[in-house]
């Protein structure tokens, strides 16, 4: 069994130290998935400092050089890896960015270059901002060859762009739902990589205020009943102390297991999963 960790929202506006107080003791453990921001939109939101909540305009990661110092010297150590997380993780009127940003396709490949060259990596895994993605915007991430790491994914055939994969993993969950007891009104978090022709989909379980232990436990223990596997997201700006007990918490009992093996997210995607 695989278990991985992703860390959404690392920036232009993320202090290198904030990162290393959260996961100074966790990264040598498993490494942390950092779904990074390549051009960061200064906008009111808890992750971005209140004095770039007007700046009108959006700010290149390479522009935080300690941060950009400090990710490829974790990079180097096997710390962290690298995925994208949208290109400029701002809100529309319509929708978020990659359900309503008129130029997705542009977004996408202008990040995914972007990120590559500033931190000399490999972006293989896309995370949208706000779990949140349109027919198209999931369309534009098969044609970029990148795989999905998302939360509370959606499996209705209807709004996914059609492949011959399509029917058998939409039947493949409605298995899962059934055998777990679940109506397609209950939350369901896939416990098994879902491949499509040109990308392939896995599901995260959110570590956000409020979660508890037990609640992981479950999950996790559900998806090595069923011979699948589990991944963590969270924000490193939520993280505090009660937060990261629940986290290390939850480490110590998936690590007594000896079937399991903490692994960096693109591990998740790997043909033997």
């Known amino acids: 069994m695989k278990v991985a960790l992703r860390d959404d929202d690392t920036s232009y506006f993320t202090e290198p130290g904030r990162l290393e107080s959260v996961y100074h003791d966790v990264w040598n453990r498993i490494p942390v998935g950092l779904a990074v921001v390549p051009h960061a939109a200064g906008f009111v939101d808890k992750a971005v400092p209140e004095k770039y909540w007007d700046a009108g305009r959006a700010f290149p990661l390479a522009e935080n050089a300690p941060l950009i110092a400090s990710l490829r010297e974790h990079l180097k150590a096997g710390h962290v890896t690298i995925a994208q997380h949208g290109f400029t993780h701002e809100?529309?009127?319509?929708?978020?960015?990659?359900q309503a940003a008129p130029d997705i396709e542009s977004r996408l490949a202008r990040g995914q270059a972007y990120l590559e060259g500033v931190l000399d990596t490999r972006i293989r895994v896309f995370v949208p901002p706000h779990n949140a993605l349109s027919k198209r915007g999931l369309r534009a991430v098969g044609a970029a060859g990148l795989n999905l790491l998302g939360s509370f994914l959606s499996f209705r055939p209807s709004l996914r762009p059609w492949d011959a994969h399509t029917p058998g993993n939409w039947w493949r969950?409605?298995?899962?739902?059934?055998?777990?007891?679940?109506?397609?009104?209950?939350?369901?978090?896939?416990?098994?990589?879902?491949?499509?022709?040109?990308?392939?989909?896995?599901?995260?379980?959110?570590?956000?205020?409020?979660?508890?232990?037990?609640?992981?436990?479950?999950?996790?223990?559900?998806?090595?009943?069923?011979?699948?596997?589990f991944c963590l997201a969270t924000h490193y700006w939520e993280v505090d102390p009660a937060l990261k007990q629940v986290l290390m918490r939850f480490?110590?009992?998936?690590?007594?297991?000896?079937?399991?093996?903490?692994?960096?997210?693109?591990?998740?995607f790997d043909h033997a999963a």
Not at 251 to 268: K, N, T, W
């Open 173 to 229: 969950v409605r298995q899962y739902r059934e055998k777990t007891g679940r109506s397609k009104a209950d939350r369901l978090v896939f416990p098994h990589v879902l491949r499509y022709r040109k990308h392939a989909e896995f599901g995260c379980h959110g570590l956000i205020p409020g979660t508890t232990f037990q609640d992981l436990q479950r999950a996790f223990d559900e998806a090595r009943s069923a011979n699948g596997h």
């Open 91 to 98: 809100d529309f009127a319509d929708g978020h960015e990659f």
């Open 251 to 268: 480490l110590d009992y998936a690590a007594g297991f000896p079937d399991v093996q903490f692994v960096a997210i693109e591990r998740l």
